[in-house]
């Protein structure tokens, strides 16, 4: 337990959002972990803006956005910069929607989320339910793949459950699956978010008519390595949307510009990747600051 308190303080600390102010980021760190524990309930938080999410000890998809702003913060703050309102965020892997709330509640987009846990989609409803969203977010439950039928799912590792290997063992769900080529139009315009625990070359496999169509305008996808468990390589998944025309960036969200990469993100975690690079720069250049409540205030 102290290895995790010692973890999640290193990430508090060194936080780019949390410059200047570690120590009363440190502070709310232990504030929240205290009040959590003597309420024994979950609480209301106020995020980016106007929107909010509900919470409790242990979602870690969430607490981490508490302690720092945003978790994954580069990531984040490209979909706040880049996404437009009628542009179809679709969010594969939702866990608790952090992504999704951001994009429906705060750029104003329409979204469909992808959670195959029975459970965690509920979960992801309180939050749609709490900011209001419930008609322009779309959730669904069920997993995403390379073709439609049933898989089993981890469901004891909070956000990194994933597709069991093993089949029915213990701590799995069977799950009905679908393909983003069936659940999408390929006329509509999208902003995709992909974590699934090392599944993603599979769900790529799937939208293989919805990538070619070039209506794909960016993906934030998790490229670390996971997808080797079953049988696939980050140079795979890159490969593919290098063929399907879109290319891998970086962001910088303090100065909002965009640099080209080689390659994918070797440091691990997500890679972005856009069709449109210039049109990208742009977006991300004229979209409006936001208030950060829990970064103490910051507006980015």
Known sequence: MMKNVFAVMRFIAGHP???????????????WQIGARLLKKKMIVPWVDDCKFVTGLGETG?????????TEYQ????LLHALQPEVTFVDVGANVGAYTILAAKVAGARAIAFEPLPETADRLRDQVQIN?????????NMGIGAQRGELYF?????TVNKVSISGNV???VRVSVSTLDDELATEGRYFLKIDVEGFEFNVLKGAARLLKSG??????IELNGSGE?????????????IASGLEPVSYDPFTRTLTRLSGYNSQGGNTIYVRDYAAMASLCLAAPKRKVHTANGRMI
Not at 20 to 25: E, N, Q, S, Y
Not at 154 to 158: I, Q, S, Y
């Open 170 to 172: 213990d701590n799995t």
């Open 215 to 220: 209506n794909v305008e960016a993906i934030i």
């Open 154 to 158: 981890t469901n004891n590792g909070d």
């Open 75 to 78: 990531d984040m703050l490209f």
């Open 17 to 31: 959002l949390n410059a200047g102010h570690r120590i009363g980021a440190l502070i709310n760190f232990f504030s």
């Open 132 to 140: 209001r969203v419930e008609t322009t977010v779309d959730v669904r």
């Open 62 to 70: 969430l607490t981490g956005n508490l302690y720092a702003g945003f």
């Open 229 to 241: 468990e079953y049988g696939h390589s980050n140079n795979d998944i890159h490969q593919v949307l």
